[in-house]
């Protein structure tokens, strides 16, 4: 790519942060990334990817030489007049999102003219007039602001950044917004250029949407096992609808991760501090609470009460193809398994070490086949590719019992039944 593309900044490197720095270097510019945690920073310069994400240590080698990495702001500051802020916004006890980091960053900047923030972050909608008036608090005027709301999906984030459905830029019409419509151009995606307000409100609008899909399949299946439909069926039939469209249409045992549990909820409070109540996504979460507890009941069922039985949950992430344990079914699973008396095992491929960090009462396995040995029942937390294609046969030689939940409706039922297993999916026959 040519080579008077614009250096920039990163401010936080987690998924988002890092991503997009490796992004916008494998688009050609120097990229300056800054970051609080210090061993991360180190691990960094040393070559080391602190995150799980398919294809991100490949695009971080190869554009080595454009990346810079520091705890502190001065590189990133000299070099880049565009500032990407990609720090954590984590639920507060209230449910209103944590804007403690953003804060910190916007403390840590000078006044300055040259600098603008571009928010990567995802933020209240109104997060842009508040920054702008904490940038006329400090003296710091001359601040540009821009709200450049992030959609990439942990576990194939390198593609959904390289090809992105659509980029949104929300400007108030100053130098920063065209400069960041020029560093996305070469992607050729569709641009929503637009206020900063109605930026950050597609964001919170777009996830509490899907939120709200997955939580309507969900209790679809609830009502088609009361009915004897498959919802596997009803989905494919509805999906072929081009006005519903067939993704986020998978019943299972509810949604996790970083990003719609805290945005619903954030899109939630800001409605109710606005005098609104936002009924929708308040049925939203709690359908998605009581989803995940739901294969708590059905092992009760099959398994007619849970002290002294052996569960093995296969899967751990919030979903495939990431390390990211934040918000995860499972931790609420196996949470209220050892609540019941169960002995809990599990298996992931790769979210190991983050859950060794905020489970307890797990052993954890190193194969599919150690965590099911013994087992009275099985769960299927995450669809992971490797799971799918698990011998049946050898499964039900090592359990003791015979019953498998697939709580993402993502087994061949047949498979699992030829096995001489018991299977169970969310809302199928
Ligand atoms: N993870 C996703 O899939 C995703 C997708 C779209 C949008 N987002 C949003 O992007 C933001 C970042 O999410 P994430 O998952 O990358 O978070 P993360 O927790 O993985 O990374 C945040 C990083 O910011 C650093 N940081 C915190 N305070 C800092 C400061 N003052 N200065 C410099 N660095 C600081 C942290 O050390 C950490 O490395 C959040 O607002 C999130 O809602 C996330």
Not at 85 to 92: H, L, Q
Not at 109 to 129: D, F, I, N, R, Y
Not at 266 to 282: C, D, I, P, R, V
Not at 355 to 375: E, K, M, N, Y
Request: proline share 4%; hydrophobic share 45%.
């Amino acid at each position: 790519m040519s080579a008077d593309r614009q250096p920039i900044g990163v401010i936080g490197t987690g998924y988002v942060g890092l991503v997009t720095a490796a992004g916008f270097a494998e688009l050609g510019s120097d990229v300056w990334c800054v970051d609080i945690d210090a061993e991360k920073v180190e691990r960094l310069k040393r070559g080391e990817v602190p995150i799980y994400e398919p294809g991100l240590e490949e695009l971080l080698a190869r554009n080595k030489a454009r990346l810079h990495f520091s705890t502190e702001l001065d590189g990133a500051l000299e070099h880049a007049r565009l500032l990407f802020v990609a720090v954590g916004t984590p639920p507060t006890y209230s449910g209103d999102a944590d804007l403690s980091a953003v804060h910190a960053v916007v403390d840590g900047l000078p006044a300055s003219a040259e600098h603008a923030l571009v928010m990567k972050s995802t933020v209240p909608c109104g997060t842009g007039t508040s920054l702008a008036r904490a940038f006329g608090e400090q003296g710091k005027d001359g601040l540009g602001y821009v709200s450049c709301p992030e959609f990439l999906k942990e576990g194939s984030a390198v593609n959904d950044f390289l090809h992105p459905d659509r980029v949104v830029v929300g400007d108030d019409g100053n130098w920063a917004g065209d400069a960041v419509v020029e560093l996305y151009a070469p992607l050729g995606a569709p641009l929503v250029r637009t206020d900063v307000a109605s930026a950050e409100m597609v964001k919170l609008a777009s996830n509490a949407f899907l939120a709200t899909k997955i939580s309507f399949i969900n209790e679809i299946a609830n009502v088609c096992e009361e009915t004897g439909a498959d919802v596997v069926e009803v989905a494919r039939g509805m999906g072929l609808d081009d006005r519903i469209g067939a993704k986020f249409l998978q019943a299972g045992i509810g949604f996790g991760g970083s990003c719609f549990p805290k945005d619903v909820d954030a899109l939630k409070q800001l409605a109710g501090n606005s005098g609104y109540h936002f009924q929708l996504l308040t049925a939203v979460i709690e359908v998605n609470e009581l989803q995940k507890r739901r294969v708590i009941g059905k092992l009760h069922k099959h398994l007619g009460g849970l002290v002294g039985k052996r569960v093995a949950l296969l899967g751990l992430a919030f979903k495939p193809n990431t390390d990211d344990m934040r918000e995860a079914s499972s931790l609420v699973l196996s949470a209220r398994l050892n609540a019941d008396g169960a002995s809990v095992s599990a298996y992931d491929p790769v979210a190991e070490e983050q859950a060794r960090r905020l489970v307890t009462g797990i052993t954890f396995a190193d194969s599919p086949l150690s965590a099911v040995r013994g087992a009275d029942a099985v769960v299927l937390v995450t669809e992971w590719q490797e799971l799918l294609e698990l011998d049946w046969a050898q499964v039900a030689e090592a359990m003791s019992g015979d019953l498998v939940i697939d709580g993402r409706n993502a087994l061949d039922p047949q498979a699992v039944r030829a096995a001489g297993l018991s299977y169970e999916g969310i809302g199928r026959r």
